[in-house]
């Protein structure tokens, strides 16, 4: 069974500074791993897809770091904005699949 | 359409209550998954469609809880006797295939009094 986990929980930080966000999982046998954002209230919203042969993906001020063999991905966002302010999952797909998720990071950007 | 709809966006049901929650996805996209998310939590899977097949419903809580997605588009989770544990948001996420990622809904959020 495939676990999911992100560290840390909860995370503030004042307006500006660069941050990373931490997810790993137990099996590594993943075809990809996707990063989204969660704003309160509402469903998620896509931020990034790596697959399994990349190392890396960028978006604007996001970037996103897969590592197969130790089972990590790492998600760094640059300058930080208070409408950075959400809830940050990654999702692995597990068997026939179906996403299995961490329980999240929530992030607050002090302004 | 440009995104995957769900309807109603809120649903308050009074426990024993049957409801039905509506998905209809990004046209053309095979894979169509349900999954519920409690306060707090991650969303946890509870049923998967490739086209009008239901490959896997590991996820459902109980026999109550029954999906359905007759001709490969639209899908409708369907809950009967709700129960307060019920309580959650419930999201829809469809796909090309694994390899293109998922996208989500908005969810609707069900509350049972």
């Known amino acids: 069974k495939q676990e999911v986990t992100q560290i840390p929980a909860a995370l503030s930080v004042p307006e500006g500074e660069n941050l990373v966000l931490n997810c790993s999982f137990t099996d590594s046998a993943i075809y990809n791993l996707q990063w989204f954002r969660q704003d309160p209230g509402k469903g998620l919203t896509s931020l990034l897809l790596i697959q399994s042969s990349q190392r890396e993906q960028t978006s604007g001020r996001l970037n996103a770091s897969l590592d197969k063999s130790s089972g990590r991905s790492t998600l760094y966002i640059a300058a930080s904005q208070p409408g950075d302010s959400a809830t940050y999952l990654c999702?692995?797909?597990?068997?026939?699949?179906?996403?299995?998720f961490g329980t999240g990071t929530r992030l607050t950007i002090i302004p | 359409g440009a995104g995957v709809s769900q309807s109603p966006r809120y649903k308050v049901a009074k426990r024993g209550q049957d409801v039905a929650l509506r998905c209809d996805p990004i046209s053309g996209h095979v894979s169509l998954f349900w999954y519920q998310q409690a306060l707090g939590q991650g969303p946890e899977f509870l049923t998967y469609f490739q086209n009008e097949a239901q490959l896997d419903k590991s996820g459902l809580p109980s026999d109550r809880f029954f999906a359905e997605r007759p001709e490969g588009s639209v899908s409708t989770l369907k809950i009967q006797r709700t129960q307060q544990e019920d309580s959650a948001v419930y999201l829809c996420?469809?796909?090309?295939?694994?390899?293109?990622?998922?996208?989500f809904g908005s969810g609707t959020r069900l509350t049972v009094v």
């Open positions: 996420a469809s796909s090309w295939g694994q390899v293109y990622g998922y996208t």
């Open positions: 999702a692995v797909p597990f068997g026939n699949e179906k996403l299995t």
